[in-house]
């Protein structure tokens, strides 16, 4: 009798343990989503089901009215162009300068003082930050005029016209991923430079004795032996990236061609229910890839040890 009692209770305590997690998970992850696409599926206000819009002799999707706007919409196709041109400009030049500037500052004596002031965009709010950056790019009217923000003065300074950063395409998209730059940068370098310094450094200085240069000794020592915390920086950059809201909203608003995803689907939030959660499901679906890759490359690293 004691025998078939301990393994009752061996399956139904740890149940007992994961039911405060769960319970969370359900009610702060899995009841949003699952009402989120079942709004997504309503008219574009949220109060009717979606074949109520539908025109005759119009395209329509039925009860998918909503994810039709997320997919042609001109102001979506805008979001996402620029969103995909944001994962391919700014992720890459994160890492690459993260990484740069750990290699590098591994080797000064005030490494710690570069690292810091590097670091120091990542404590300022994405809001703050976004605020700061506007001022750079002010413009007064007039090229000769005095000019509020620090870039604008400069130009004018060495006697060239002022430029419009945020209103001009497609620089105004550039100089918004330089602020994702600035902010993201220490994050990626820290991480890095924590998988440099636990390189073994007998590996390296045998790679030297045999005559390798620093160039080779960083392609093919160090870069496959830091490769896998690389993975983990640009999958976190890649969901970043996808989501990235404050930048736009703050600094252009989605005008002038910077419209990204999560602010199309904030502006639409509170006139169109329907579209905005729409639009949240496509986000979502975007980002299950990349996590997919992240688990099974976590699932790897287990098997290795």
């Known amino acids: 009798m004691a025998a078939p009692r301990i393994m009752q209770q061996g399956r139904v305590v740890p149940w007992l343990y994961l039911l405060p997690t769960l319970l969370i998970i359900g009610v702060f992850v899995l009841f949003p989503t699952v009402n989120t696409i079942t709004l997504s599926l309503t008219d574009r206000t949220g109060t009717r089901p979606a074949e109520v819009e539908c025109i005759p002799d119009q395209a329509c999707w039925g009860r998918f009215e909503n994810y039709r706007y997320a997919l042609t919409d001109p102001a979506m196709l805008t979001a996402l162009r620029n969103n995909a041109l944001w994962l391919l400009l700014m992720v890459p030049a994160t890492i690459a300068i993260g990484l ?59 006697g060239l016209k002022p430029v419009a950063w945020l209103s001009t395409q497609p620089i105004n998209n550039l100089a918004l991923m330089m602020v994702g730059v600035w902010l993201w940068a220490g994050f990626c370098m820290t991480i890095l430079s924590a998988a440099l310094k636990g390189l073994p450094t007998e590996v390296l200085e045998a790679a030297r004795v045999d005559g390798a240069t620093e160039w080779q000794v960083f392609w ?59 639009i949240a499901v496509l986000l979502l679906v975007l980002t299950i890839p990349v996590m997919i890759v992240n688990v099974r490359r976590f699932r790897e690293q287990e098997a290795t040890r």
């Open 100 to 158: 740069l500037i750990a290699v590098l500052a591994d080797r000064v004596k005030y490494e710690s003082v570069v690292k810091s002031i590097i670091f120091m965009p990542m404590a300022i709010s994405f809001v703050g930050a976004s605020v700061i950056w506007r001022f750079m790019y002010a413009i007064e009217a007039g090229s000769q005029a005095d000019q509020l923000g620090l870039l604008n003065a400069i130009l004018v300074g060495i």
């Open 220 to 278: 093919r020592v160090m870069w496959p032996m830091i490769l896998p915390t690389v993975t983990v920086v640009l999958t976190t950059m890649l969901i970043i990236v996808l989501k990235i809201f404050d930048i736009v909203f703050v600094m252009t608003g989605g005008n002038f061609g910077t419209e990204v995803i999560a602010n199309r689907m904030f502006q639409l939030i509170v006139t169109h229910v329907g579209r905005s959660t729409a």
